[in-house]
């Protein structure tokens, strides 16, 4: 019924910025969206949430003050604004919907999509 197709990742050099997509098909207005991501031999990562409506947004510890999640229903994308980009920050980076709160999405996640790899050199 929902499939988030993500892109807009890439290789960037440490310092820089990138945008993130995620493409939704079905209905998602109903969803709180956000990111995730896994970096090699590391467990899965929160990145950031962002309720159904977009009132509220949460961000991991180690993103906060750097990315920025954003949606638009309307288009039925989430995004991903990424600046100050660090090595530590590569990773594979997952497009994720859930039936519930925003700050519980890392337990609660419905849709996931198939990734898109970043990489920031240094």
């Known amino acids: 019924q929902v499939q988030l197709v993500e892109s807009g990742g890439g290789l960037v050099q440490a310092g820089g910025s990138l945008r993130l997509s995620c493409a939704a098909s079905?209905?998602?207005?109903?969803?709180?969206m956000g990111w995730f991501r896994q970096a090699p031999g590391k467990e899965r990562e929160f990145v950031a949430g962002?309720?159904?409506?977009?009132?509220?947004?949460n961000y991991g510890d180690s993103v906060k003050g750097r990315f920025t999640i954003s949606r638009d229903n309307a288009k039925n994308t989430v995004n991903l604004q990424m600046n100050s980009l660090k090595p530590e920050d590569t990773a594979v980076y997952y497009c994720?919907?859930?039936?519930?709160?925003?700050?519980?999405?890392?337990?609660?996640?419905?849709?996931w999509g198939q990734g898109t790899q970043v990489t920031v050199s240094s």
């Open positions: 079905g209905r998602t207005f109903i969803l709180a």
């Open positions: 994720a919907g859930a039936y519930g709160s925003v700050s519980l999405m890392s337990y609660n996640v419905a849709y």
């Open positions: 962002i309720s159904w409506n977009g009132g509220d947004t």
